[in-house]
């Protein structure tokens, strides 16, 4: 009975990990901190990539945590509007048919035996080899597309602040085309 349990126990076990969701994971790429930047009009303040999880072929998340672009967020320092910084806000989502059977390769095992049977002589003399090759086949790929939402304009003073995708960004100081700002 209870080597019955520990085998059903095993043969789920790979379905429960199949069946995470899939979920989209998004990471700010630009440093962070209490450290006071600075930066120049088109320079980008905050840069954020978004990853989402690989499916299975059940529709889960892929077991091994293989990702695919799932786009990003982009705030750019524009210029200064009298004592006002300036930002531009661009929002680009990917749109991917990428899964675990797009992206993975396949290695075919191709098993030969060779016989060899004959005489030398009067004795009779048989022989067999087995050998085993591989075919490598690279995985299909897969297509996306993306797109960009319209770009936002956020304009804020000494001291103010907005939060994107989770971060704060602060503005310290504006003087003619130039930015000091911390990313918290």
């Known amino acids: 009975m209870k080597k019955t349990t520990l085998a059903t126990a095993l043969l789920a076990l790979p379905l429960v990990t199949a069946c995470a969701p899939v979920e989209t994971k998004t990471s700010l790429m630009t440093p962070a901190g209490n450290q006071i930047r600075s930066a120049g009009p088109g320079d980008v303040v905050m840069s954020f990539q978004s990853r989402k999880a690989l499916p ?8 091994f945590g293989r990702t695919t672009n799932a786009g990003g967020t982009t705030v750019r320092f524009v210029g200064t509007q009298g004592s006002r910084a300036v930002f531009e806000r661009t929002d680009v989502t990917v749109e991917s048919n990428a899964t675990t ?5 396949m290695i075919i095992p191709q098993s030969t035996t060779t016989t ?20 490598y086949i690279p995985p299909r790929g897969s297509s996306q597309y993306a797109t960009a939402q319209r770009p936002i304009a956020i ?6 602040s907005v939060t994107i995708q989770g971060r704060t960004l602060r503005v310290v100081s504006v003087s003619a085309n130039a930015l000091k700002y911390v990313v918290e």
């Not at 304009?155 to 103010?160: E, V, W």
């Open 56 to 63: 299975n072929v059940v529709g889960g998340a892929d077991i």
């Open 101 to 105: 059977m797009s992206e993975s390769p």
């Open 116 to 135: 060899v049977q004959g005489t030398i002589g009067r004795t009779d003399v048989y022989g067999t080899a087995r050998s085993t090759s591989y075919q």
């Open 155 to 160: 304009t804020l003073g000494s001291g103010q």
